[in-house]
């Protein structure tokens, strides 16, 4: 089959989270013997450009369709590239043959979708829903924390509208939480599967960790990864506002991607007892150096504490192995490991510090071979499987 994904971001060199699930799913889909193209708009001007895709069209643009776009991005190229029809026209000549299957990753650009099914195939391709979170829920919370509340209700319904449009209109969904997949089921006419987030199974080079050992000092330290996403931020000062006495004098908190400028350019980090002294911002770094400090670090913490879906990080988190200290949001959909040796899961941050201090004092967590077997399930190549499948049977 020919098959045409579709994202406000491109995931040939994945670095945040969605990137990751994209690009895992493509080369699933291509795994399975299927052609694939990634076609979208880059939905961010940080972003830099790529093949197939058409650049940030900026904030002006979406003046005709929303009053206020800070933080509505991607839910404003959704109505552009489905309205205007020049840019309807941009993003439909890109797509190289028609496609049997076009897989919509979120529901952003769905309307585009189904008008380019309408108006420039022979209107026998199937749509695909890719649902990463409760979309409406989560955009109500980040707009919510930055703008207030009339916007966040605004924001909330706007999202809704084009989240069920993408749900009743998909021919087959995916989901990546059970939660999730519950909520969709409520609204859906067709079948819909959890393929959950995943890992790869990657080898540790000398020089990653050389670069890691850099970064940390050679001190023990706990690892938090995160992008620059609003959630990754509210969720470490929702744990860490109050100070940071759980880490002792020699350990350090090592923040790797994105999150860690946005967490060090708030105004509350330096007005929070410890975060100057105990964390290091190690920004964005190569996949051979992010190996190496997961590798290398003693534990790994997951603060989330809003959004739907699953965590990416927390599977890779589990397959790692190290001693973690998550959120009950964090673990959401990795619930049968949170018992599991070497994990700890509170929501109240005293208890979520008081763990971290545990997991510092205690000895490297060491998994059993039947222990890395029962984790397994986290590997990409099978949380993606029940997707590969259902799109084999439209």
Known sequence: MKIVTLSTYSAD????GGQHRLHNIAQSYQDAGNTVQMVGVLGSELYPAAKG????????????????SALMDDWAIGQLFERDDQYFNQLADLIEAEPDVIHVEQPW?????KRYVSQRTNKSAKIVYGSQNIEHELKYKIVK????????????????????????????????????????????????????????????????LREANKISGNRKFALYCGSAHPPNITGFYDIFGKGL????????????????????????????AGLGNACVVAGMVSEDCLQGLIETAHSIILPITQGGGTNLKTAEALWAGKHIVATPTAMRGFEQFSKSP???VFDEPPRFLRALRERMSAPANVLTPDEKDQRECVLWENTLRPLVSLVSRL
């Open 13 to 16: 060199e994945p670095l945040h």
């Open 53 to 68: 895709f058409l650049p940030y069209p900026g904030m002006p643009s979406f003046a005709p369709y929303i009053e206020n």
């Open 109 to 113: 650009l769905f309307g585009f979708a």
């Open 145 to 208: 924390t930055y703008l207030g509340v009339e916007l966040a209700e605004d924001a909330r319904r706007r999202v809704l509208r084009c989240e069920l449009a993408a749900i009743a209109g998909s021919d087959a969904i995916c989901c990546v939480s059970e939660n999730d997949l519950d909520w969709t089921r409520k609204h859906a006419r067709v079948e819909s599967v959890l393929a959950a987030n995943g890992v790869k199974r990657r080898d540790v080079t000398e020089a990653g």
């Open 245 to 272: 006495g759980c880490i002792a004098p020699n350990e350090r908190i090592v923040i790797a991607g994105g999150a860690g400028e946005s967490i060090k350019g708030d105004p509350r980090f330096p007005k929070t």
């Open 342 to 344: 070497g994990v700890s």
